[in-house]
């Protein structure tokens, strides 16, 4: 089933999918073109609560919440200290542009890619109408992830420790380093 | 279903739009009705009464990373947990209850060798 | 679902629980030595516990026969996880030998270092056992996550962190690619299981997306491997990490890259060659080319050995271009990426312990300070030169047999695409020759330069534990190199269960 512009703009799911997508992607654009790193972390956290929004949306109810909890609550506190412990300038506007001639190969690669990918979407999918579906209950989820992807479960925490013990090892002071 | 999903989050988002008005609406009130008188000593920082010395932003001190770093593995490990907490039921029922337990201990102990490293190596001293 | 299968599972249980030991050893004991040993006796009784899974029809407590499925076909020990997971281990074991005399030389953290190791060897393992994206995606995340770790540890030199610092953007941009491409082709297919995605890739590969999706998945994969044009990374982290890590990056690193290769392009998308068949036969072909011609003009050995591997993984992934050929024999490209993955890993590793036992005593790694080598240290020379001319594939060292089957395999497919990447592949070798030959005239031929002191150079000792890696992988060259048969059941053995998918 198709859907004309008219029909799109009919259904009170895509005004919502519109309020929270236009101001999700101008605060990705605000992330990438602010000139104070601190604002651009800020905007990456409406950034990220847009795409938990989106998460929420499409019936992710779990996905949603790990974005708020990991990224908004944790990653980004993470992002802040570590702006925090280095030297750099702080809380001040300063030219974080690239010369011209980076900055438009860069422009044009992602200007190919966002083009190729767009392309390959609607090609795959072009104005069809989503299916209905239900929201993916989180109950469903933990009995696939703790029978089925017990080894990738496991394993994860492997990862969690391998981070914070190299992370650790790296950030502390050396004195008492045995040599 | 699906409505009803909408409609619980709905009921959240309406939440967030009242408590935007109310707090706009406080101070937007404020701000109408204060007098104003901008200037002088009322824009220094204020720091228990003393006069502040230098900027507001200082570099912090490493050890600071290191919390944030193990508060970022921990929050990722509580997101693990949620799920299995409601299918403890589940599993119990297909008399697996035992396999799901020891499971989610040895993930938990993994991550905890990681603390007792914290510990051990003294990098959560705080001097 | 079924009882799990724990002897399946064992080398995976037994890695994991060094990881853990290595880690407390090194909390509650003083000798530092301690991490390590814990780390090679785990190691080499999961060395064993794959052996026992490997020879399983010739022991009797061993009942189940064939290969064993777990997780409704997400974790599969087969032929082919078997010698992946073997090579890993033993890259591991070799890396940690060449470690321990290194990380004395200077202020390291030790126990850090050896857990890492083994982290990174237990990703690699349990990456060569998924046969679906999560796992493997998951697995991959640890071998890389400690790579970014280890790359930084010389934590005072800046060249080791710009080495981090790069590798580890790079490294989570691919990352990104990666997860994106595998997100539409799960999108498309609804899938995670390569199996499942092989059987529905064919009714969706006229779906550009589908096509892009995959693309992706090999970029992914492809700064992993650091094959050309994602190879920028990899001279720059060879050259600042330290050179133990580097020798895992070369080896765990990217054959872990090639594992994810390997089993994305056999395993989910066997029935659509002429996707990713094309697109590496460009990158194998730019590889090759690329990084030899760059390799011929470098002084650094470590960024020559840099330049050599993204060469040699030009090398490896011609057969895969090769099957872009209709009704190419996939099971015959597959075991000669495999053969020669085993075979490069061997002389690779051996390559780097004497390189860092020379670049430690002589103080420099440029190739300049390292003429007369031999004069001073005939035993280094003769092994370094065996290592470099086995990578160039000289008879009767391991390295030719590997060119062999890659030629044979490429050209075996009987259509362009194979004569044409063989004839790139051929022009190559003779390239290769080139840069390792260099090394070799100036440790034989050239003085000594007039500053060093032979007779100090000369009363420098090899530390035990390396002397021992490079008397293995020595041992282990010669041995393939005379009788390639060996390796060549290595590679038949990793592709038998190519042919019950019917291909």
């Known amino acids: 089933m198709t859907v004309t512009i008219s029909e799109f703009f009919k259904e009170s799911a895509n005004w919502a999918f519109l309020a929270i997508a236009v101001p999700t992607l101008f605060a990705g654009w605000r992330t990438v073109t602010s000139n104070n790193i601190v604002r651009a972390v800020l905007y990456l956290v409406v950034s990220l609560g847009g795409t938990a929004g989106l998460f929420f949306m499409l019936g992710a109810e779990f996905v949603g919440w790990t974005v708020v909890l990991v990224y908004i609550g944790a990653v980004i506190i993470l992002f802040l200290i ?23 190969p860069a422009a044009l690669l992602s200007t190919v890619v966002f083009g190729v990918i767009t392309w390959a979407m609607i090609d795959a999918f072009g104005n069809n109408m989503i299916p209905p579906f239900e929201p993916t209950a989180t109950s469903d989820l933990s009995l696939l992830l703790f029978d089925r992807f017990v080894i990738p479960f496991e394993v994860v925490s492997f990862v969690l420790l391998a981070a914070l013990i190299g992370g650790i090892a790296i950030a ?6 045995v040599s | 279903m699906l409505n009803q999903y909408y409609g619980d989050y709905l009921t ?12 706009g609406g406080a101070v937007g009130a404020s701000k109408l009705l204060a007098p104003k008188n901008p200037g002088g000593f009322k824009d220094v920082a204020y720091e228990s009464g003393i006069e ?22 921990f929050d990722v490990e509580a997101v693990f947990i949620f799920p299995w907490a409601i299918t403890l039921d589940a599993f119990q029922a297909a008399g697996r209850g035992v396999f799901i337990l020891v499971e989610m201990f040895l993930f938990i102990l993994i991550l905890l060798s990681g603390l007792l490293y914290a510990i051990r190596k003294g990098v959560l001293k705080w001097e | 679902m079924d009882a799990i299968d724990y002897h399946a599972l064992l080398p995976e249980i037994i890695l994991a629980v060094t990881v853990l030991a290595t880690l407390l050893v090194d909390l509650f004991t003083s000798r530092k030595s301690f991490a390590a040993i814990t780390a090679m006796i785990g190691m080499f009784a999961s060395f064993v516990a794959i052996l026992t899974l490997a020879f399983c029809d010739n022991l009797t407590f061993c009942t189940s026969t064939g ?25 591991g074991f070799i890396v940690v030998l060449m470690s321990v005399g290194y990380l004395e030389t200077d202020r390291y953290y030790e126990g850090e270092f050896y857990f890492l190791i083994v982290s990174a060897v237990l990703g690699a393992a349990v990456m060569a056992s998924s046969r679906d994206f999560i796992s493997m995606i998951v697995a991959l995340e640890i071998v890389s996550g400690s790579g970014f770790l280890l790359a930084g540890w010389r934590k005072g030199d800046a060249r080791s962190n710009e080495a981090s610092l790069k590798f580890f953007i790079i490294g989570v941009l691919a990352l990104a690619l990666l997860l994106f491409g595998v997100s539409l082709i799960y999108g498309l297919t609804g899938t995670q299981v390569f199996s499942e995605i092989a059987a529905a890739s064919s009714s969706v590969e006229d779906i550009a997306l589908f096509n892009l999706g995959a693309i992706f998945v090999l970029l992914g994969f492809g700064f992993k491997v650091s094959a050309v044009p994602f190879h920028f990374w990899t001279p720059d982290v060879y050259e600042g990490s330290p050179p133990p890590v580097t020798a895992w990056l070369s080896v765990g690193s990217k ?25 590496l036969w460009l990158v194998a072909a730019l590889s090759m080319t690329i990084g030899n011609i760059v390799a ?4 650094n050995v470590i960024r020559l050995l840099g330049y050599s591997s993204i060469a040699q993984a030009g090398f490896m992934l011609a057969p895969f271009g090769a099957a872009a050929a209709t009704g190419a024999d996939l099971s015959q490209t597959f075991s000669a990426t495999v053969t020669y993955l085993v075979i490069y890993a061997v002389m690779n590793l051996g390559a780097f312990a004497v390189v860092i036992i020379v670049g430690t005593r002589v103080g420099s790694y440029e190739l300049e300070r390292w003429s007369g080598l031999n004069t001073w240290a005939p035993g280094l020379a003769l092994s370094l030169a065996a290592f470099f001319m086995s990578l160039a594939g000289i008879p009767p060292l391991a390295g030719w047999f590997a060119k062999f089957v890659m030629f044979s395999a490429t050209i075996g497919v009987g259509s362009w695409w194979g004569y044409s990447i063989a004839i790139v592949a051929a022009l190559n070798a003779v390239i290769a020759l080139v840069y390792y030959l260099k090394v070799l005239k100036s440790a034989f031929f050239d003085t000594v330069p007039a500053d060093l002191d032979v007779a100090t150079l000369e009363a420098g000792t090899v530390p035990g534990p390396t002397s021992f890696a490079i008397g293995l992988t020595a041992a282990a060259v ?17 592709s038998d269960f190519l042919a019950t998918l019917g291909l």
């Open chain 1, 172 to 177: 502390r002071q050396d004195e008492e380093v």
């Open chain 2, 52 to 73: 502040p010395v230098g900027g507001g932003w200082n570099q912090s001190h490493i050890r600071y990373y290191i919390f944030a770093l193990m508060f970022l593995i």
């Open chain 3, 296 to 299: 011929i003009k470098q002084t």
């Open chain 1, 82 to 104: 570590g702006i925090m412990i280095t030297r750099a300038p702080l809380g001040q506007e300063a030219d974080l542009s690239h010369a011209m001639n980076v900055k438009a």
């Open chain 3, 67 to 91: 290969d064993r499925v777990l997780f409704g076909g997400s974790f599969v020990v087969d032929g082919y996880a078997i010698v992946l997971q073997g090579l890993f281990i033993f890259a």
């Open chain 2, 12 to 23: 959240v988002a309406l939440f967030i739009a009242v408590g935007a008005i109310l707090v």
């Open chain 3, 255 to 279: 054959g872990a890259g090639f594992v994810g290769l390997l089993s994305v392009c056999y395993l989910a998308l066997p029935s659509v060659t002429e996707i990713w068949g094309p697109v």
């Open chain 3, 478 to 494: 010669l041995v393939l190199g005379i009788f390639p048969g060996l390796a060549a059941n290595l590679g038949d053995f990793s």
